[in-house]
């Protein structure tokens, strides 16, 4: 698959509004993205999914580069790995205490919805074009998508597809932001020692509306 910006998906500012309103659980993974690609790589041979079957797998794969393709800033989901990492996480999920994968209906974990997302997405697909997700023309894939993209703005019947879906996207957002390749695209530069702290800029304060105390400032003054 070409991994070249696609019209009518999300740009990565609205992909970073998004981000904030992601449960943890898809953000706490530092760096998994990017080791499974890596491991994939190294063995010679493509990666072997352990949650999805191979044509969820391939679902998961289409669906990761329309929610984040790549641009002339940085690559797409899957160049940062992220359906390695969505399999994984997923996997570990149910490894620590989720639904067996032939016993998944039974419990609404993260894998169980969006398990539903790509069945809903597969049906409804079916159902119109007569061809599953991935094999629907880039024009009917971004029709069932736009469909359940904006909970808010969904239909009363697509409600609940557009929630599932809200799975999908958390799990791509948290496994693209936290491989190498979005870390540094955001950039994030970690924690860096400070030989002297002079406070929160002026400007900065006045834009917040406060200031610090008098004591303060004379204390400053006088450790100078």
């Not at 329309?66 to 992220?82: F, K, L």
């Not at 971004?142 to 958390?170: C, H, T």
């Amino acid at each position: 698959m070409e991994n070249k910006k696609q019209s009518g998906s999300l740009n990565r500012r609205d992909l970073l509004k998004v981000i904030t309103a992601a449960p943890a659980a898809a953000m706490v993974v530092p760096g998994l993205a990017g080791e499974s690609a890596v491991a994939a790589q190294e063995s010679g041979g493509g990666y072997q999914p352990k949650f999805f079957n191979t044509h969820e797998y391939q679902t998961v794969t289409v669906l990761s580069d329309w929610i984040i393709p790549a641009d002339e800033h940085s690559g797409s989901a899957t160049q940062a790995g992220v359906p390695e990492f969505m399999d994984d996480w997923l996997n570990a999920e149910e490894a620590g205490g989720g639904p067996p994968r032939h016993h998944r209906r039974v419990s609404a974990t993260m894998g169980t919805e969006a398990l539903g997302s790509l069945t809903w997405i597969d049906m409804e697909c079916n159902r119109l074009h007569g061809n599953d997700f991935v094999d629907c023309s880039r024009d009917q894939q971004k029709q069932i998508l736009d469909r359940i993209a904006y909970p808010g703005k969904a239909a009363p019947e697509d409600v609940n597809a557009a929630a599932a879906f809200s799975r999908v996207r958390d799990l791509v957002l948290g496994g693209y932001f936290s491989s190498k390749m979005g870390i540094e695209y955001l950039p994030y530069l970690g924690n860096h020692y400070v030989e002297q702290w002079n406070g929160c800029p002026e400007p900065d304060l006045e834009r917040l509306g406060v200031s610090y105390s008098e004591d303060w400032r004379n204390w400053k003054s006088t450790d100078d």
